[in-house]
């Protein structure tokens, strides 16, 4: 589970101030974070498919907030796949 304290972090990192939490930039990096704590979860709980459904659902938001930001942005959306080392 992604604690409080990473939210600020991530907030402050991605957002403009602490408070921009509706940001695309920050909206994807909270769902990284939280996509990342689940498949720590799932090898250790391999038959947890309720929970996968959860993981799908937030990768596929993650992949339509990506699909908006390369369309509105292509620098940010580089620079976010750089700094949440999403795509090789």
């Known amino acids: 589970m992604v604690t409080k304290e990473q939210k600020v972090e991530l907030v402050k990192k991605f957002g403009k101030d602490e408070k921009n939490t509706g940001a695309s930039e920050v909206q994807i990096?909270?769902?990284t974070a939280r996509i990342n704590d689940l498949q720590t979860?799932?090898?250790?709980?391999?038959?947890?498919?309720a929970s996968n459904r959860g993981l799908l659902?937030?990768?596929?938001?993650?992949?339509?907030?990506?699909?908006?930001?390369?369309?509105?942005?292509?620098?940010?959306?580089?620079q976010l796949l750089v700094d949440l080392n999403l795509r090789k």
């Open 29 to 31: 990096a909270l769902l």
């Open 41 to 49: 979860h799932f090898k250790n709980n391999p038959k947890d498919h």
């Open 57 to 78: 659902m937030m990768v596929g938001q993650r992949r339509r907030l990506l699909r908006y930001v390369k369309n509105c942005d292509i620098n940010k959306y580089r």
